[in-house]
């Protein structure tokens, strides 16, 4: 596999300061990413890599993105702030926490989503216009949807990961040692597996996957840095890792290691696929924004009905 930069793009204030990316979102189409830069979004267009728009609301560092249905995305940040945008790029609707807005996530399939802060988590729904809150024992760094949208995972400051039904139901308490912060976890996309994965990945270095259960599959995987996101291809047959050791890698669904997407100068905090292509953008710490298309060297023969990819 060979990542090759399309395009590249460092994101200042006005005082030319750099300015974390620490959450992007392609929209559903592609054509579009998302990406924070302090209290505003920018919207690149990707084929030229160029800023078409710039959105205003928060009044903080934004920390996390998120698109639902019907064009809606929403964004989550500091000031304690979730804003609800339109598909024309205008806020329609505010609620906020009582602490930070650590990360967000539309379910997959109804208009139902999911805002984690510091002491709570919150459900605002599109068909009842109303949001609920529940308290949660530590501070929620992570959370995702399974496929269905029936179930959602957080993971917490304490190493606490939790699985709670759409209705806010806690139903699985998993309690992982050492008790290192889950700064990112993710279900698995794929619709061909048998019952669903959750990939958990902590900053003692940790790489696990459970059932929804709470069942561990196999046992940790090893990783050499803290990680700050992981984010599966649609298809869920690869993921993307990234943190303080300044890359974004490709994993197999499995857990190996499989090739360098991108290197910089500092941390990634955030990475992810272009729906449905072999496209990557990728968020620094320093600010930079790279976009990378990825060119598989595809081995014209079958084994058990599947091609085979060399890296």
């Known amino acids: 596999m060979r990542p090759i930069q399309i395009w590249a793009d460092k994101v200042q204030d006005k005082e030319k300061d750099s300015l974390c990316i620490y959450d992007m979102v392609f929209q559903p189409d592609g054509d579009q990413l998302l990406v924070t830069a302090g209290s505003r979004i920018l919207i690149y267009n990707v084929n030229e890599g160029n800023v078409v728009q710039a959105l205003k609301g928060h009044k903080d560092t934004i920390h996390s993105l998120s698109y639902g249905r019907d064009g809606i995305f929403a964004s989550g940040g500091a000031d ?52 609920t809150k529940h308290k949660v024992s530590a501070k929620v760094c992570s959370c995702s949807w399974t496929n269905d949208g029936q179930f959602f995972a957080i993971g917490m400051y304490n190493g606490v990961v939790t699985i709670w039904t759409k209705n806010a139901e806690e139903k699985v308490r998993i309690e992982r040692p050492g008790g290192q912060p889950i700064w990112s976890l993710s279900w698995n996309p794929s619709r061909e597996d048998a019952y669903d994965v959750l990939t958990v990945t902590d900053w003692g270095q940790k790489l696990s996957y459970y059932q929804l259960n709470g069942k561990q ?79 598989f060297n595809t081995v014209h023969g079958l084994y058990k009905d599947r091609e085979s990819v060399v890296f």
């Open 217 to 295: 599959i196999g046992k940790d995987r090893g990783l050499d840095f803290d990680p700050c996101c992981v984010s599966y291809f649609s298809t869920g047959e690869f993921a993307l890792i990234s943190g303080s050791n300044k890359k974004a890698l490709l994993y197999s669904r499995e857990g190996a290691m499989l090739a360098t997407i991108a290197e910089g100068k500092s941390w990634v905090w955030c990475c992810c696929q272009r729906p449905g292509q072999n496209f990557v953008a990728v968020g620094f710490d320093d600010g930079t924004i790279g976009y990378y298309q990825l060119s």
């Open 80 to 131: 304690k702030l979730v804003i609800i945008w339109s598909a024309q790029n205008e806020g329609i609707l505010k609620y906020s926490h009582n602490d930070s807005v650590q990360c967000i996530a539309f379910s997959p399939v109804s208009g139902q989503l999911l805002s984690c802060a510091c002491s709570d988590i919150g459900l605002w729904s599109s068909e009842l216009k109303s949001v």
